[in-house]
């Protein structure tokens, strides 16, 4: 068996493409379904998300694989795969699992380290799972990735430094207040920006939230949100002297607030600290207003400095995590080859004790005279002896099938111990699955079915 996926992310296609193949959560049960039922497909989980169209699949061969996911895209999507083939990524097995554990984890987000994508993915499983599309391999590779994000998350530092502007904003506000429980917040202009600040400072325990704006209808609709207050920007004299931090992103051409204006406000005040973010382009906010005794004034360049800085930092703890999901890869290997060795031993013990029960049932017949004691002493001897001689093969097996050639010592395991027919009897319809090969990679661009040949590296995928 094979795990591939086949998707487009933010980095291969803009988002007037990603947009036409995003899943309406109310289609999601008819989409699973009808790419479980494409040929050649095991299990399947869809991911899709804003940033995001994925496709993960167990495949029995991978020869028709791109193929047939393409050809499901095309009638799903009702889009001609000429369109949508180009923006396309292909990984197979290691690099497959190796591209989930990185995206659950965060590391292929447009923001390194947002954990929004782990529920996202989580979610996804559970979904197919009350499908029924998932099976043995999906249930334990999809736990284990959401296992291993919770705990890159909760074992590096990657959450802990903002790395958008509006939660730079927050943070500079923690470093001046050092809480924002009870401070009262005024925002000037009412645009995405604004509002995006203030979200994130009111999810931080700020009190009350107050909203100037040219037009009073928008500063209204803004303010409703956070059962706040509205004005024009013409009765600001009020609110600034209630504020604690004022966020201004208004377009205007010239400055909202003067020095004067504030120095005015200032003295009403007595003095109480006034933290002011402008966040617009050209300034709101007269570079005079830093000059002010108890007055913090930041820019957006500011914000933008600590943003990167907060990058950069990000980037450092992004490398510890991809150093566990290089661990959990070998994790899922040596599960993987366990799948080969369990039937393998079950069919060795089941030969075993037939062979004993053969054994036994002759010795009775020709020792007939022997007492029920003394038949139970010679089976329990002769277990032991059974037990003792399949116990290091039985460990040698499993640590050989860990290894890199661990099929190869499967087989010969089995011829060894001539365990195919045994296999057959016991097992039923329980096939060993193969050793999931390393594929790299690959760029999905025939429209022909054929053979997915393997690019240089994983890092080579650029579109």
């Known amino acids: 068996m094979h795990v591939v996926v086949v998707g487009m992310n933010y980095r291969t296609a803009p988002v007037e493409i990603r947009e036409k193949f995003a899943i309406p959560e109310e289609q999601w049960t008819d989409a699973i379904q009808q790419l479980r039922r494409i040929k050649s497909v095991l299990e399947c989980v869809i991911v899709s998300t804003c940033n995001r169209t994925e496709m993960y699949v167990v495949v029995d061969r991978l020869h028709m694989c791109g193929h047939f996911i393409r050809g499901f895209m095309e009638q799903w999507y009702d889009i001609p795969r000429q369109q949508f083939t180009p923006y396309l990524y292909i990984y ?103 509002e995006l600040t203030v979200k994130h400072l009111y999810s931080n325990g700020a009190a009350e939230v107050m909203v100037a704006n040219r037009t009073l209808a928008r500063a209204e609709e803004l ?115 366990m799948l080969g060795v369990t039937p393998l031993i079950r069919a060795l013990q089941s030969k075993a004790e037939r062979i004993h029960q053969d054994t036994l049932d002759s010795m009775f017949n020709k020792l007939p005279d022997l007492s029920e004691k003394e038949a139970v002493i010679i089976r329990r001897l002769t277990k032991s002896m059974l037990n003792q001689m399949m116990h290091d093969p039985i460990l040698q097996i499993k640590e050989l099938a860990a290894n890199k050639n661990g099929d190869e010592a499967l087989h010969y395991f089995s011829e060894l111990f001539a365990l195919e027919e045994e296999r057959a009897a016991t097992n039923g319809s329980h096939e060993q699955p193969s050793k999931l090969s390393a594929a790299h990679p690959v760029r999905d661009t025939a429209d022909e079915p054929e053979p997915v040949k393997p690019a240089l590296s994983w890092a080579a995928v650029t579109w």
């Open 92 to 194: 197979e097995d290691d690099q497959a699992v190796e591209h989930l554990f990185r995206v659950t984890s965060g590391l292929d987000s447009m923001v390194v380290g947002e954990t929004q994508i782990l529920g996202q993915v989580r979610q996804s499983f559970l979904f197919a799972q009350k499908q029924g599309t998932t099976g043995t391999c999906f249930n334990h590779l999809f736990k284990q990735a959401v296992t291993l994000a919770k705990r890159a998350h909760a074992e590096t530092n990657i959450n802990d430094n903002a790395v958008s502007v509006s939660y730079a904003a927050v943070e500079l506000g923690k470093r001046i207040f050092g809480s924002f429980q009870g401070k009262k917040v005024l925002i000037l202009g009412a645009g995405k920006m604004s």
């Open 223 to 337: 303010a409703r949100q956070f059962k706040g207050r509205a004005c024009t920007l013409d009765n600001l004299d009020t609110l600034l002297t209630e504020a604690d931090i004022v966020i201004s992103s208004t377009g205007s051409p010239s400055y909202v607030l003067t020095g004067k204006d504030v120095e005015h406000v200032m003295k009403r005040r007595r003095s109480r600290p006034l933290f002011l973010i402008d966040i617009a382009v050209p300034r709101d906010l007269d570079p005079a207003i830093a000059d002010l005794s108890s007055v913090f004034l930041y820019d957006i360049d500011d914000l933008e400095g600590i943003v990167q800085s907060n990058l950069a930092q990000r980037n450092k703890e992004a490398l510890k995590i991809e150093h566990m999901v290089a661990h959990e890869i070998k994790q899922y290997h040596q599960w993987l080859n």
